[in-house]
Each structure stands twice: as structure tokens, then as C-alpha cells.
């Protein structure tokens, strides 16, 4: 099992910037993609953010690119995102996922496990 716990979401104001965290802990050596998902009430969770723990060019939903960064520490074991020119509708639940898969998958099927989320709040 891998346990995965957020940090970091709060109020800010539009144009704000915030950086949510993501450790991981438990049996990690068996992930190889890390992704950070949203999602606001009566919605499917969406996609934002992945990255692989081995490296090579990180994907964005396009509505963040420019905007967002994610990143990792593996000696931390920890994935970052940074969100910068917040927006109201960046205003969601930000979740961690963790998928076994070489490659990075954005559908939520594809991650095995999940954090418990950490709420974003923009506000105009």
C-alpha cells in the first residue's frame, strides 16, 4: 500500500499563488507516476498535473499550462505543485494520485491510490 497525504490548500485571492504537497509513504518503489487531479461538487474529478518519480517532460491539462508547476523530490518522496495567477475556477478539491504506470495517465482509473484531498479556495 502507499498512503498519500496533501498540504497546502487555503483561501487565496485571485492572481494569488499557493504550492500544495504530496508525501508519500509505504511501499513507493511500486509507483511510477504521481499526479495531482481536482474537482468541484457534482463534476468528475479532472485531471491537472503529472509527473514521473524517473524524470522526462511533465503533462498539464491545458487550462493550467503556464500557470501551474509540478515537480518532485524523491529522496523526500514528496510531489509539489505550484499554482500561480489563481483564478475563482481553479477553486476545487486537489487531490494525489499514485499509478503504477510508466507513462502518465490521465484518467482516474489508471491511479491505484489516492490522498484525501486538500481544498483550494479563490476568491474574487
Known amino acids: 500500500q502507499v498512503q498519500l497525504e496533501e498540504s497546502g490548500g487555503r483561501l487565496v485571492q485571485t492572481g494569488g499563488s499557493l504550492r500544495l504537497s504530496c508525501a508519500a509513504s509505504?511501499?513507493?518503489?511500486?509507483?511510477?507516476?504521481m499526479a495531482w487531479f481536482r474537482q468541484t461538487p457534482g463534476k468528475q474529478r479532472e485531471f491537472v498535473a503529472g509527473?514521473?518519480?524517473?524524470?522526462?517532460?511533465?503533462k498539464y491539462v491545458d487550462s493550467v499550462k503556464g500557470r501551474f508547476t509540478i515537480s518532485s523530490d524523491s529522496g523526500k518522496n514528496t510531489v509539489y505543485l505550484q499554482l500561480n495567477s489563481l483564478k475563482p475556477e481553479d477553486t476545487a478539491v486537489y487531490y494525489c494520485?499514485?499509478?503504477?504506470?510508466?507513462?502518465?495517465?490521465?484518467?482516474?482509473?489508471?491511479?491505484?491510490?489516492w490522498g484525501q484531498g486538500t481544498q483550494v479556495t479563490v476568491s474574487s
Open positions: 494520485a499514485a499509478s503504477g504506470s510508466f507513462v502518465i495517465p490521465t484518467m482516474t482509473g489508471f491511479y491505484q491510490f
Open positions: 509505504g511501499r513507493t518503489a511500486s509507483t511510477y507516476t
Open positions: 509527473i514521473s518519480w524517473g524524470g522526462g517532460s511533465p
